[in-house]
T-cell receptor, first 115, second 116 residues
């Protein structure tokens, strides 16, 4: 089945130690998104890629960066994680807006803990 | 600015009861899309429905139904004969265009608990 896969499902890192979360998709969608979701809150968009074009949300901290080496893969890098970065990180994909607005398809998420 | 309000933070009902989740939105766009997503305890967001602003017909899918009313800027979701597996957090979302992609503006979510 076509899908969005996030690895790992759970990630534990130390305060200040860089961490990378990964996302892959078999849907061949040209847009990929990263969201941060803290407990009992709605997902918050961090940034998205439209093909190779990177688009950062204005309030996304500089500590968060992303890479998209090809259509299928996208990475979220947190350079120096703080305690406030503990959250669920959700990757999503969608077709672009040509022809309409399409649903975003989400992965299972990576739950990040900071020690 | 786009905004979605889900006033019900938590709802708890007994299995087989009907339950309605409210969603009210604000937008200045004349063309827009609304979505409902389900987030079970496992964490993934599951797409349920998409509705565009030109289509005000209500929709039914099995035990799920959606009532879209532009006059009141509402897009409510009803589960008929609820089941324990319906327990989840439900998010209503509004689309916002960003450079050929789309940004979802989410409501705060409603945590639905179905008790046996």
């Amino acid at each position: 089945d076509a899908m969005v896969i996030q690895n790992p499902r759970y990630q534990v890192t130390q305060f200040g130690k860089p961490v990378t979360l990964s996302c892959s998709q078999t849907l061949n969608h040209n847009v990929m998104y990263w969201y941060q979701q803290k407990s009992s809150q709605a997902p918050k968009l961090l940034f998205h890629y439209y093909d190779k074009d990177f688009n950062n949300e204005a309030d996304t901290p500089d500590n968060f960066q992303s890479r998209r080496p090809n259509t299928s893969f996208c990475f979220l890098d947190i350079r120096s994680p703080g305690l406030g970065d503990a959250a669920m990180y959700l990757c999503a994909t969608s077709r672009d807006r040509a022809g309409g607005v399409w649903p975003q398809h989400f992965g299972d998420g990576t739950r990040l803990s900071i020690l | 600015a786009q905004k979605v309000t889900q006033a019900q933070t938590e709802i708890s009902v007994v299995e087989k009861e009907d339950v309605t989740l409210d969603c009210v939105y604000e937008t200045r766009d004349t063309t827009y899309y609304l979505f409902w997503y389900k987030q079970p305890p496992s964490g993934e967001l599951v797409f349920l429905i998409r509705r565009n602003s030109f289509d005000e017909q209500n929709e039914i899918s099995g035990r799920y139904s959606w009532n879209f009313q532009k006059s009141t800027s509402s897009f409510n979701f009803t589960i008929t004969a609820s089941q324990v597996v319906d327990s989840a957090v439900y998010f209503c979302a509004l689309s916002d265009t960003i450079q050929g992609a789309q940004k979802l503006v989410f409501g705060q979510g409603t945590r639905l608990t179905i008790n046996p």
